[in-house]
């Protein structure tokens, strides 16, 4: 079974633009999770979805949101970059919604100058 | 004060030596989660557990319902142990709770 997938692996934008970043989750799993990991706050929960719809969100501004398609891939998209949103993202996936391993993928490493 | 506390921050030990990172948590949980980071970013999810004593080869994870406490030990550690691990606990329905980390480095 091929892993969690996401992209692009790397990414630099400049302040005010808008980004977005794109999770495709193992076959047959339906729960997507994104997470924000930088070097202070260390790992922190952004927005989970399960069957297209967005299910939990966490401490987050507006500029944060995401989607998630019929196939169970997920996007999520940051507008207005800021040089604080500099972090790896990480999305993982698992079959149920809740209560079960989590898959992570190799994350999306944004630069924001 | 964190919802979940882990000990120590960093961590160095020669190879060979029994490893052994600690967890504390304030919430009440369904499920405790054992991670662990490589340098270049990706996770992997070593343990889940909501009671008891797990072993995948020499790793094993143990935690304490009543006293909130859960502990990942490593025996034989061996260079390639060196990661982050992290402890995230599950409150429920609601999404995950993470520790800090704890760096670990082991010296050959």
């Known amino acids: 079974k091929a892993g969690v997938t996401q992209t692009p692996r790397y990414l630099i934008k400049t302040r005010g633009q808008q980004v977005t970043l794109s999770c495709s989750p193992i076959?047959?799993?339906?729960?997507v999770s994104w997470y924000q990991q930088t070097p202070g706050q260390g790992l922190q929960f952004l927005f989970e979805?399960?069957?297209?719809?967005?299910?939990n969100k966490g401490n987050f501004p507006g500029r944060f949101s995401g989607r998630q398609f019929s196939n169970s891939r997920s996007e999520m998209n940051v507008s207005t970059l800021e040089l604080g949103d500099s972090a790896l993202y990480l999305c993982?996936?698992?079959?149920?919604?809740?209560?079960?391993?989590?898959?992570f993928g190799p994350g999306t490493r944004l630069l924001v100058l | 004060k964190n919802e979940v506390e882990q000990s120590p921050q960093n961590l160095t030990a020669q190879e060979g030596e029994f490893i052994t990172i600690n967890c504390s948590y304030s919430?009440?949980?369904?499920?405790l989660h054992w991670l662990q980071q490589h340098p270049g970013g990706g996770i992997v999810s070593l343990f889940m557990?909501?009671?008891g004593k797990k072993k995948h080869g020499r790793l094993i994870a143990t935690i304490n319902i009543q006293e909130k406490h859960s502990s990942l030990h490593i025996t034989a550690s061996h260079p390639r142990d060196s990661a982050v691990y992290i402890c995230?606990?599950?409150?429920?329905?609601?999404?995950?709770?993470f520790g800090k980390g704890t760096r670990l480095s082991v010296i050959a």
């Open positions: 993982a996936t698992t079959s149920l919604r809740g209560g079960e391993t989590q898959y």
């Open positions: 076959s047959g799993h339906r729960s």
């Open positions: 979805y399960f069957s297209e719809t967005q299910r």
């Open positions: 919430v009440g949980i369904s499920a």
């Open positions: 557990l909501s009671s």
């Open positions: 995230a606990v599950s409150p429920g329905n609601t999404p995950l709770v």
